[in-house]
């Protein structure tokens, strides 16, 4: 199993241009979720999913939007990138989240200039 | 909301000491608390978790305790080693599988040899 699969891996993008992280497990995890992480700073939550068809926002939903259409993926997409999203982002995903462990991806790393 | 407190934010001691993070949450529904480490430039790892029936869980030099009454719940290190030194995070999950996870902010702990 490839467990949580983000790409890209790093991305500099210029302020109002739009993208998309995508997110991947292969462990038929039903909730799945997406954190940035600012430098020194903890997880912060921006949107999750209990199943697909079903999302919901976290601490720090906006400027970012996301759709859950297979259990199996989960995008990002920024709307308009701004400076203040530059970050680095981490996908989650979790077998039963009451009971059972995140298992994170490996991140992306995003700058917006 | 759910809120989760961390401390201390960080934390020093030699190889060899204990070391003891303790963390606090809001929501007394909340049913299950694992713990992360995350080391410099990689993703956060599940190291142990908790569950709400249990007081007290071990596993080698890692053990973590809860106290529901007083709804905290600490991590204990024993014998420190350098390649312990990293950034913790605890977490708790709600009472079900259609809750989110809240992360606390953190302790960059350091081991010095």
């Known amino acids: 199993n490839a467990g949580v699969t983000q790409t890209p891996k790093f991305q500099v993008l210029k302020t109002g241009q739009s993208m998309t992280l995508q997110c991947a497990q292969d462990?038929?995890?039903?909730?799945m979720s997406w954190y940035r992480q600012d430098p020194g700073m903890g997880l912060r939550l921006i949107h999750y999913?209990?199943?697909?068809?079903?999302?919901d926002q976290g601490e720090v939903p906006n400027g970012y939007n996301v759709s859950r259409s297979t259990t199996e993926d989960f995008p990002l997409r920024l709307l308009s990138a701004a400076p203040s999203q530059t970050s680095v982002y981490f996908c989650a995903s979790s077998w039963e989240v009451n009971d059972s462990p995140l298992h994170f991806g490996n991140g992306t790393r995003l700058t917006v200039t | 909301g759910e809120n989760v407190e961390q401390h201390p934010s960080t934390l020093s001691v030699q190889e060899g000491d204990s070391a003891v993070i303790k963390c606090t949450y809001s929501d007394s529904a909340s049913n299950y608390f694992p713990w992360y480490k995350q080391e410099l430039g990689k993703r956060p790892q599940l190291i142990i978790d908790i569950r709400s029936n249990v007081g007290e869980k071990k596993d080698q030099r890692i053990a973590v305790t809860l106290n529901k009454t007083a709804k905290h719940f600490s991590l204990h290190i024993t014998e420190t080693q350098p390649e312990d030194s990293a950034v913790y995070f605890c977490?708790?999950?709600?009472?079900?599988?259609?809750?989110?996870?809240?992360f606390g902010p953190g302790t960059s702990l350091s081991v010095i040899p």
């Open positions: 977490a708790a999950t709600g009472k079900t599988s259609y809750d989110k996870v809240i």
């Open positions: 462990m038929n995890h039903e909730y």
């Open positions: 999913s209990v199943g697909a068809g079903i999302t």
